[in-house]
């Protein structure tokens, strides 16, 4: 049977993937534009001023429009720009530490030795557990009175007291990378690693007739065929670094005082703890310009760069 | 096909009329005895459920509970009625029951048949504290009450050859010092410095009461930078931390319970922290090596005044079902056919601080408390509370907020005492 339509092959594509679109429209798009027109409004979700929408039988309030006025109260407040620097540095110490443990973890799986089918599963295990999770082991191993680190190296005779961790800001600002990295290092190892699966062998076995060495094998040829998949775990580092959040909620809070406060924590007490809901999605958007800011640059330095002649 | 005829016609839909109308009718008696809704953050849920389930079963009542994860429960609430939903009676956390008032989410319970008993029954700080800011209407039922004390380690005193708690907050330093230097315990203060809205500013508050200091004037104005006493608790602090007295991963705990837990270890001397904790330090073998009753409650240092709060049911302001929603908050924070079953059971489960004096007359209260606390003691250390209505303003959870890294730079010397309570009264002008 034949419904008797004739459809072009791009309208007919267009139609099997409508579905699809509306579905990112509603649970992607639609958010996305609505928190950015919230960023320039004046937002009480309890006394909702302005104008309201209907939208399938949903009321979409649309508040009282403030224009950038949410922008201008944020950058003149010494706590958003603190909050900046520091997340560039935790942002920038966490992409490093993550790709290059993720790029060791990989050249490592990578060789042949016993084992590696099990290690390649052990893996992931960091990378599957919920933030909240890895939050709480880690206060398992590091806390002060009863972590499991303090006490090996008091019993080993290494320390007389209990190393405080989170004592001081900088030292807990650190901590947070490395619970972190240890959380996602193992995803960039895993991309890394199906990267470097697909590198010919025998391209391997071309430099090593050649008298290339290990490091030269891995300069001239790995690093090179990595180039792709080295810019999207930077991308996906870096966005992951700026909109890291739980880890903050369960070890510190931001503190001690605002010295692990980040951009994305400010973000969230601005708009949960102190109900601006406006002026915390405009904080939040700041971070989506830099991320998206920052991914061109990733794309120009790494993607872009017209490789090397042979 | 039959034909129908004109009287037919007219008594059917007279007929289909009238069963609609009854059936309207059938519908509002049902309306009238809807469900009535109910949340509340995660605190013993399963005890909430049983009392729920009590409430059904003896008065009748179709409550619906639903707890939601602390963190989240006053946005969560507050997005929910965005979108229209009304959820009747709610719990509210002190410093949050202003904004919905003024908002229009709940209303006062002023009119409420039986009020004016309950209103006669609490204690006036209590009552005060669940005021509009304005003081004319009641806003909320009592869910607990609690303030700040001081728990002691017996056993950790007694070895060093201490025999008597500190009265005076010099003398509980000269303690720890004596406690650090002889290797008896290398942090013997435990005061609730962590993060969060209830914890390090509370504890600032309680510390500048005990040092005779008002922290707001009658207009809320912060005015610690004049307050002598409010000075003296912050150098005692900075040099409690300077000399390692303190445990210094107390700044980066996330909670009062954090906090408490660590007392339980029995490594410490003293502790300041929110009243209902010494019931799981003093009074849980399970939990606590200070079990049964080798910590206990000294009164408060100094002038002995400490922060106070209490915490409450609201009810929403669109409810459809006002009576059964009343009758249920009335359950919960009052008395119900003159039995305050809620109230007892929350000091009998989790030693809850109770707002109704009458509460500390009962035989089993008094039977329980005896087992982790001087009821006495705590009577007379609850007289002492001190409440402040700051926390009505709109602008008290952001200053407390950002307060707290202010105060946790001075206890750590980034500022100097003075320098930050000045910082304290200029964040609170600017957000004023």
Not at chain 1, 208 to 221: I, K, S, T
Not at chain 1, 259 to 265: A, G, L
Not at chain 2, 141 to 156: A, D, H, K, R, V
Request: charged share 20%.
């Amino acid at each position: 049977m034949t419904l008797g339509i004739r459809l072009s092959e791009g309208r007919f594509a267009l139609l099997l993937v409508l579905p699809a679109l509306l579905g990112i429209f509603a649970v992607v798009l639609f958010p996305l534009l609505y928190s950015l027109w919230l960023s320039f409004t004046d937002v009480n979700v309890l006394r909702t001023s302005g104008p309201v929408i209907e939208l399938f039988g949903v009321r979409v309030p649309l508040f009282r429009w403030v224009g950038l006025q949410n922008y201008v109260t944020i950058f003149h407040d010494p706590l958003y720009w603190s909050s900046l620097w520091r997340t560039l540095y935790f942002v920038g110490a966490f992409v490093l530490e993550a790709t290059l443990v993720g790029l060791g973890m990989a050249l490592v799986l990578n060789e042949r030795f016993a084992g590696r089918p099990l290690m390649r599963s052990l893996l992931l295990i960091p990378w599957s557990l919920s933030r909240v999770v890895v939050g709480l082991l880690w206060i398992g191993i590091l806390d002060f009175e009863f972590g499991a680190f303090n006490g090996l190296l008091y019993n080993l005779h290494v320390v007389d007291g209990s190393i405080a961790f989170f004592k001081d800001g900088f030292s807990a600002l650190n901590v947070l990378v490395s619970v972190y990295a240890w959380n996602q290092a193992p995803f960039a190892a895993l991309l890394f690693l199906a990267g470097m699966q697909s590198i010919s062998a025998d391209l391997y076995s071309a430099a090593e007739v050649d008298g290339a060495g290990y490091w030269q094998r891995f300069r001239h040829l790995t690093l090179p065929a990595l180039r792709p998949i080295l810019f999207l775990v930077l991308v996906l580092a870096t966005v992951n670094g700026f909109l890291m959040l739980d880890l903050i909620y369960v070890l510190t809070m931001g503190g001690p005082g605002h010295d692990t406060t980040t951009v994305s924590w400010l973000g969230f007490q601005t708009a949960f703890t102190f109900f601006k809901f406006g002026q915390g999605t405009a904080i939040l958007y700041t971070l989506t310009a830099l991320c998206a800011l920052l991914t061109l640059v990733y794309h120009r330095l790494i993607v872009a760069r017209p490789e090397p002649a042979a | 096909m039959g034909t129908i005829s004109r009287r037919t016609f007219l008594g059917s839909a007279g007929s289909l009329g009238a069963a609609t109308v009854l059936a309207d009718g059938l519908g509002r008696v049902v309306h009238a005895d809807r469900p009535v809704t109910f949340s509340g953050w995660v605190f013993k849920p399963d005890t909430v459920k049983d009392y729920v389930t009590f409430y059904n079963q003896k008065f009748g009542g179709q409550v619906k509970y639903e707890p939601l994860p602390w963190v989240q429960y006053h946005p969560t609430m507050e997005t929910r009625a965005l979108a229209g939903e009304v959820v009747d009676v709610m719990y509210c956390v002190h410093n949050n029951r202003q904004r919905w008032y003024e908002n229009g989410l709940i209303r006062p319970m002023d009119d409420l048949p039986g009020v004016d008993e309950l209103k006669k029954k609490m204690t006036p700080a209590n009552l005060d504290s669940l005021k509009s800011k304005d003081g004319t209407k009641l806003l909320g039922l009592p869910y607990f009450t609690s303030l700040f004390t001081l728990i002691y380690n017996e056993p950790m005193l007694q070895q060093a050859g201490i025999k008597a708690p500190a009265k005076s907050w010099d003398e509980l330093v000269e303690h720890c010092m004596k406690l650090k230097k002889d290797k008896i315990s290398d942090t013997p203060y435990l005061p609730n410095w962590s993060h969060g809205p209830s914890e390090t500013m509370p504890q600032f508050m309680s510390d500048c009461f005990s040092e005779g200091a008002q922290v707001f004037d009658a207009k809320n104005h912060l005015i610690v930078d004049q307050e002598p006493g409010a000075a003296r608790a912050m150098e005692r602090w900075q040099k409690m931390y300077k000399a390692a007295l303190v445990n210094p991963e107390v700044l980066t705990k996330t909670s009062s319970t954090d906090v408490h837990r660590l007392f339980w270890t029995g490594r410490y001397a003293y502790h300041t922290n929110h009243s209902y904790y010494l019931k799981t330090i003093a009074g849980e073998p399970q939990n606590s090596k200070l079990a049964p009753k080798k910590a206990r409650m000294a009164m408060y240092p100094g002038t002995g005044a400490t922060y106070m709060w209490t915490d409450s049911y609201v009810v929403n302001a669109r409810t459809k079902t006002l009576d059964d929603a009343w009758k249920f908050a009335r359950f919960l924070g009052g008395n119900l056919n003159g039995d305050w079953y809620v109230q007892r059971q929350w000091c009998l489960i989790a030693g809850l601080d109770n707002p109704y004096p009458e509460m500390y007359d009962h035989p089993e209260v008094v039977q329980s408390y005896d087992r982790w606390v001087d009821l006495g003691l705590l009577r007379e250390q609850t007289r002492k509370g001190k409440v402040i209505s700051a926390y009505k303003e709109p602008w008290y959870a952001e200053y407390d907020t950002k307060a707290l890294a202010i105060v946790h730079d001075i206890i750590r010397g980034g500022a100097t005492v003075p320098k930050g309570l000045k910082q304290l009264a200029s964040l609170q002008k600017s957000l004023a």
